[in-house]
């Protein structure tokens, strides 16, 4: 087996004005009261668990990729994003989250596909349509938002629930569904412009001063899944299986090795050669939808690289 360049599974820094330290199922977010750091690790989530192993690279990858959309976007929408100090941190402006996930499909796959097959024909209270295949396009794409779990497991909500429990108001659900729309198309049109169909994603908003802004990342192979443009009406028509540029295939994996996420089950080993498949598909992703070649950082020590980085990036906001 190959061994794997350095990765990094979390941080524990010291830095001074530091607050609070939360630790995500991949980001290790640092609070300094009015300003977030957030340090993109390679850890990697399934089924709302962290697997065992890190991905090398990944932490990059996201990072890189949050920024490059966030830029892309921020006509749309304001968003946190203020510097990224090194290749897996971003800093920006701390906001209140709204406790959604606000997620939208175009195409029947995923979660959607696992109700659907299962003879579910509504999801967050949105109907499906009858006679569709798995990866099918919908009719026009579908927000089927979810609670944002502090830990746990994020729950579907439709938008009645979400106004009957109050957990924003009308105006701003209105809001937040455009703005989810806007994103999308966005996403959309950059995807096919790099030869890639943007199939579903998942957006984060914040407030800040009584507006809206977008928070964490977009647009990334963990919170969105891409199909290859290029053959997918003939596959979809020989019913044959789209390839994906996501972490679907990782779910796919734990499937076929019997772990779903459910109680009593355990996270199966992960051999080097899918460590290095997954790599490797992360990597693909950020040079396809960019265009750009990714350039790997330096990562024979990563931890001290990224105290450093942020350190003197703090000490010039002083």
């Known amino acids: 087996m190959t061994s794997n360049p350095s990765a990094f599974s979390g941080t524990e820094f010291n830095f001074i004005g530091v607050q609070h330290i939360y630790h995500g199922k991949v980001r290790d977010v640092y609070d300094f009261g009015d300003q977030l750091i957030m340090i993109a690790t390679d850890r990697i989530s399934a089924f709302d668990h962290i697997l065992p192993r890190p991905i090398p690279y990944k932490g ?7 920024k ?5 976007t921020a006509d749309i929408v304001p968003n946190w994003l203020q510097a990224t100090p090194d290749p897996c941190v971003s800093a920006g402006i701390k906001a209140t989250p709204v406790k959604l996930e606000m997620v939208i499909r175009a195409y029947l796959c995923g979660h959607a596909w696992r109700l659907y097959k299962s003879g579910i024909r509504t999801i967050c209270g949105v109907n499906m349509p009858e006679g569709l295949k798995e990866n099918d396009k919908f009719p026009v794409p ?6 944002k779990a502090s830990e746990g497991h994020d729950m579907d909500i439709s938008v009645g629930e979400i106004l009957d429990q109050q957990i924003v108001s009308q105006d701003v659900w209105d809001t937040l569904a455009d703005y989810t729309r806007l994103l999308f198309q966005r996403g959309t049109e950059m995807a096919a412009e790099r030869g890639l169909l943007l199939v579903d994603t998942k957006y984060e908003f914040g407030i800040v001063d009584g507006k809206i802004i977008l928070i964490d990342e977009i647009h990334t192979p963990d919170s969105s899944r891409y199909f290859f443009a290029d053959g997918y009406e003939l596959r979809q028509s020989k019913g044959e299986n789209q390839p994906q540029l996501s972490k679907e295939f990782v779910r796919e994996w734990l499937i076929s090795n019997g ?19 997954i790599s490797a598909r992360y990597i693909q992703l950020y040079e396809m939808i960019t265009g750009k070649d990714f350039i790997k950082s330096d990562n024979s020590d ?3 690289r990224i105290e450093k980085n942020v350190t003197s990036y703090l000490n010039s906001l002083s």
């Open 60 to 66: 990059q990858v996201l990072n890189q990729l949050a």
């Open 68 to 72: 490059h959309f966030l830029e892309a």
């Open 142 to 147: 579908i927000i089927t938002p979810s609670t």
């Open 259 to 277: 772990f779903q996420g459910l109680e009593g089950q355990s996270i199966p080993d992960m051999p080097d050669e899918l460590i290095n498949e």
């Open 302 to 304: 990563i931890r001290s």
